[in-house]
């Protein structure tokens, strides 16, 4: 998994322009780094590409706005990276 957390760290580092040493395995990477949606739907487009997965943010936000689930169920670094390794594991 250590290479899907670089890379998916370098891949928000470059669309958000934010620090790689700020995107740490806790982070929550919409309250924390107050990622926004549009630059998020960016994020998940180039990791969709990069892996040839497709990330169910969708699905996710729904459950969230539904209260089924909370935001850090989903977009804390080391949880959408296993997310991430479960789906490429999957194709």
Known sequence: MEKIVSEVREIIS????I???DIGLDV???EELEIDSIDFMDVTYE?????????????WMEKV???EAKISDY???SKLC???????SEK
């Open 28 to 30: 929550n990477l919409i």
């Open 82 to 88: 296993k997310s991430i390794e479960v789906l490429i």
């Open 75 to 77: 977009f804390i670094m």
């Open 65 to 67: 706005n539904n209260q």
């Open 14 to 17: 470059s669309i958000c322009e």
């Open 47 to 59: 990791i969709d590409q990069k892996y040839g997965i497709k990330l169910p943010v969708e699905g």
């Open 19 to 21: 620090d790689q040493e």
